[in-house]
């Protein structure tokens, strides 16, 4: 089996928030302090740019599997990119009250996180998690 590329690895704030833009600082913090309400666990670096909060543990009936992050986000360039696990029509309910983004299959994406409901994007968080947990084993470490 081939070995996952995305690893999961210690996380420092202070050392990842300084690699940040300042532009885009004050938005990394809030995620940062908004992902630990939702999920109630430490943020672990998945990747160079990924912050991930719990990992699950993934085997298709091929024989193919690994572990990822539960949920996290990512700072990009353009927009900011939200990981919520969770089928579509789990958070569509939701999502439509969260203020203008975009779907992908299991990313949301944000242009500004002070567009958005910050509330909305923290239930979200949980209702991807939850449906996630339904699927594959959740881990918060």
């Given at each position: 089996m081939?070995?996952?590329?995305t690893?999961?690895?210690?996380?420092?704030?202070e050392?990842?928030?300084?690699?940040?833009?300042?532009?885009?600082?004050?938005?990394?913090?809030?995620?940062?302090?908004?992902?630990?309400?939702?999920?109630?666990?430490?943020?672990?670096?998945?990747?160079p740019?990924?912050?991930?909060?719990?990992?699950?543990?993934?085997?298709?009936?091929?024989?193919?599997?690994?572990?990822s992050?539960?949920?996290?986000?990512?700072?990009r360039?353009a927009?900011?990119s939200?990981y919520?696990?969770?089928?579509?029509?789990?958070?569509?309910?939701?999502?439509?009250?969260?203020g203008?983004?975009?779907?992908?299959?299991?990313c949301?994406?944000?242009?500004?996180?002070?567009?958005?409901?910050?509330g909305?994007?923290?239930?979200?968080?949980?209702?991807?998690?939850?449906?996630?947990?339904?699927h594959?084993?959740?881990?918060?470490?």
């Open positions: 081939t070995e996952a590329k690893r999961s690895a210690a996380f420092d704030s050392v990842w928030l300084a690699g940040i833009d300042p532009a885009r600082r004050e938005e990394a913090e809030r995620l940062l302090a908004i992902f630990a309400e939702a999920t109630g666990w430490e943020p672990r670096l998945f990747g740019s990924m912050v991930g909060f719990g990992r699950y543990v993934y085997r298709y009936e091929s024989g193919h599997g690994g572990e992050l539960a949920t996290g986000f990512s700072l360039k927009e900011l939200v919520l696990m969770a089928g579509g029509e789990t958070l569509q309910p939701i999502l439509a009250r969260l203008p983004h975009r779907m992908g299959k299991a949301l994406y944000v242009k500004r996180l002070d567009a958005v409901d910050e909305v994007l923290r239930e979200a968080i949980r209702a991807g998690l939850e449906d996630l947990a339904l594959w084993p959740v881990h918060p470490v």
